[in-house]
């Protein structure tokens, strides 16, 4: 069975990032893991709320087919978080599917893992993207080989089934 893991904020992910992508992806015959920045229940945006199973730190790669970032307020603590940036770029170079959906594609961005490639992101956060040499293309939801992005919460159903699709 595939595996993903899904990154959260602790406080403020967005809702419907989480919940719209993690049942097409569960409903495809996905193990889903939840990671954030603390073990006990992660609110969302929207007051939803939703247990989280491992520490970002404690993320080993190898173990997951697809490392997801999830949007939202919150999201905007992993732009600079270096265990975040590290996280993305072994994803990429491990050749996992590797995701941002909203404000969290500019975590990619920050990362350093999409210059030179197609990608999207919450409109806001565009500049973040070109600013890291992305080629922005403000679609709803971007491939370009291994890296999904998504413009935000209207884009969670395509962003999940562009991530299913990637992983079958």
């Not at 406080?11 to 419907?16: C, K, L, Q, S, T």
């Not at 049942?23 to 609110?43: M, W, Y």
């Not at 370009?144 to 992983?167: C, R, S, Y």
Request: glycine residues 12%; charged residues 25%.
């Amino acid at each position: 069975m595939k595996k993903a893991v899904m990154v959260i904020a602790h406080e403020g992910f967005r809702d419907e990032e989480l919940f719209v992508p993690k049942k097409i992806l569960e409903k495809g015959g996905i193990e889903v893991k939840i990671a954030s920045t603390a073990l006990t229940p992660a609110r969302g945006k929207l007051g939803g709320s939703s247990p989280v199973d491992m520490l970002l730190k404690d993320i080993r790669v190898l173990d997951f087919d697809a490392v997801v970032f999830i949007g939202g307020p919150g999201s905007v603590g992993y732009w600079d978080d270096p265990v975040a940036h590290k996280l993305l770029r072994e994803s990429l170079s491990a050749g996992k599917i590797t995701a941002g959906i909203c404000s969290a594609a500019a975590t990619l961005a920050k990362a350093g893992i999409l210059r030179g490639r197609r990608a999207t992101v919450f409109p806001g956060d565009a500049g973040v993207l070109i600013d890291n040499g992305a080629a922005y293309t403000a679609t709803e939801v971007e491939r370009d080989g291994n890296i999904i992005t998504a413009a935000g919460p209207q884009a969670a159903e395509g962003f999940g089934e562009e991530v299913l699709k990637a992983l079958k």
